[in-house]
Nanobody, 125 residues
Framework: QLQLVESGGGLVQPGGSLRLSCAAS????????IGWFRQAPGKEREAVLC?????????YIDSVKGRFTISRDNGKNTTVYLQMNRLKPEDTAIYYC?????????????????WGQGTQVTVSS
């Protein structure tokens, strides 16, 4: 059973940066595409970015283009990162990583097989 763990969330001022990490216990992430999702208060969860097993990136929403990047380190313990720059208050949300095999494709949550518990990101002065 693949278990995903997000880390790196916290409180940051507008314009600041955070880097989220997604790691796995159990089988490992090397064979999966990994997506980042977020859920803001009172809103539905939305897909943000995805990176395939081979490193191809899919951007699902325009509001993070030029500010957020996704990357992966396919070393011994594969880790996927979400680098978030120039953060805005509207980026405040719980951020989740999720795994699917092996390409990104549709942003539909139903395509993702494994989910982490989420990490809170709050952008506020």
């Amino acid at each position: 059973q693949l278990q995903l763990v997000e880390s790196g969330g916290g409180l940051v001022q507008p314009g600041g940066s955070l880097r989220l990490s997604c790691a796995a216990s159990g089988f490992g992430l090397a064979y999966y595409a990994i997506g980042w999702f977020r859920q803001a208060p009172g809103k539905e969860r939305e897909a943000v970015l995805c990176i395939s097993k081979s490193g191809d990136v899919t951007n699902y929403i325009d509001s993070v283009k030029g500010r957020f990047t996704i990357s992966r380190d396919n070393g011994k313990n594969t880790t996927v990162y979400l680098q978030m720059n120039r953060l805005k208050p509207e980026d405040t949300a719980i951020y989740y990583c999720a795994a699917r095999s092996p390409l990104c494709g549709s942003s539909s949550e139903s395509r993702y097989e494994h989910w982490g518990q989420g990490t809170q990101v709050t952008v506020s002065s």
